[in-house]
């Protein structure tokens, strides 16, 4: 059983940074698909950013030269570096993933990004970190 669990969310100003981060334990396989996802009140969920063991990269069109998704194998810890904050950013911010435990598997699911559309659903979640962006 694989648990994630966010944090780093919390209060910016407009034109500000945060960074999440996201702990992987459990049940962990080298073959994943990694990402976040925000979820505003009232709106609908969307994905924002994500990465595969292969490094590719997928970013929602909103997320796309303001935030990265560096990840930190050893620590099994995946971040979300968000650079000039708009209070449209404001959401709940959860890390997902999906694991192969075959890399076989994996390699029959490929590619399991596209770009500029990060995935809005993967098998296992965390319960989130509030981000909010006010003046």
């Known amino acids: 059983q694989v648990k994630l669990v966010e944090s780093g969310g919390g209060s910016a100003q407009p034109g500000g940074s945060l960074t999440l981060s996201c702990v992987a334990s459990?049940?962990?396989?080298?073959?994943?698909?990694m990402g976040w996802i925000r979820q505003a009140p009232g709106k609908k969920r969307e994905g924002v950013a994500a990465?595969?063991?292969?490094?590719?990269?997928s970013y929602a069109d909103f997320a796309e030269g303001r935030f990265t998704i560096p990840i930190d194998v050893a620590k099994n810890t995946l971040y979300l570096q968000m650079n000039n904050l708009e209070p449209a950013d404001t959401a709940m911010y959860y890390c997902?993933?999906?694991?192969?435990?075959?890399?076989?598997?994996?390699?029959?699911?490929?590619?399991?990004?596209?770009?500029?559309?990060?995935?809005?659903?993967?098998?296992?979640w965390g319960r989130g970190t509030q981000v909010t962006v006010s003046s």
């Open positions: 997902g993933a999906d694991y192969w435990a075959l890399v076989g598997d994996y390699r029959r699911a490929s590619p399991v990004l596209v770009p500029g559309s990060p995935p809005d659903d993967f098998s296992t």
């Open positions: 990465l595969d063991r292969d490094g590719t990269t």
């Open positions: 459990g049940y962990t396989h080298a073959s994943y698909c």
